[in-house]
């Protein structure tokens, strides 16, 4: 069994705000996790090598990220948070999982953070994508994305470079490089 662990208690404001403070806490687990180099992470990097069949990363990097994609959803299985409290698993948490039983649970944001540390990890361009299914509505999902490594996340006016970022979302099985069909998007380079 896997013990919960408990890395700090955030205060979350409610609507748009509270979600963009939950991809900051995710953004902080993913580079605490790639400064730490966690030994399970990097078992779930070669198990995604090896269901790409590469033996480096990121030179094959969309044959690394549909596998990636890949072993999110197989080897993973969605359990929502407590009510009224957001959790957001480590990813050294989750790999353990996957390391110990064959798969992880958690719910979008623990998935999209585990991803995020493993494109960290591998040196490819990662962000978080904060969805919602219409302006009025706060954001209620959260996903990755990637960009072509010859493309540049960050904008010289210091936006986001959304056009040419690859979403991926293998909670809703939407299909690589396909947006979902959501009205609002925020995208936050990791």
């Not at 396909?178 to 936050?188: D, G, S, T």
Request: charged share 25%; net charge positive; aromatic share 8%.
């Amino acid at each position: 069994m896997i013990a919960a662990k408990v890395i700090k208690r955030v205060p979350i404001s409610a609507g748009d705000d509270g979600a963009r403070q939950v991809v900051q806490q995710m953004r902080e687990l993913v580079w605490h996790e790639v400064a730490q180099r966690s030994p399970s992470v990097g078992y779930v990097v070669e198990r995604v090598k090896a269901a790409a069949n590469l033996t480096d990363a990121p030179a094959s990097a969309p044959a690394f990220l549909l596998a990636l994609y890949a072993v999110l959803t197989e080897n993973y299985r969605r359990k929502h948070d407590r009510p009224g409290v957001e959790e957001i698993r480590t990813p050294a948490r989750q790999a353990r999982e996957i390391m110990q039983r064959g798969y992880a649970e958690g719910d979008c944001d623990d998935r999209a953070t585990l991803a995020a540390a493993i494109l960290k990890t591998v040196d490819l361009p990662t962000g978080l994508v904060l969805v919602s299914e219409s302006e009025s509505m706060p954001f209620h999902h959260v996903f990755y994305c990637s960009w072509p490594i010859t493309v540049r996340p960050r904008l010289a006016s210091g936006g986001v470079n959304v056009a040419q970022a690859i979403p991926f979302d293998p909670q809703e099985q939407i299909r690589p490089g396909q947006w979902p069909k959501w009205a609002k998007r925020e995208v936050f380079i990791v």
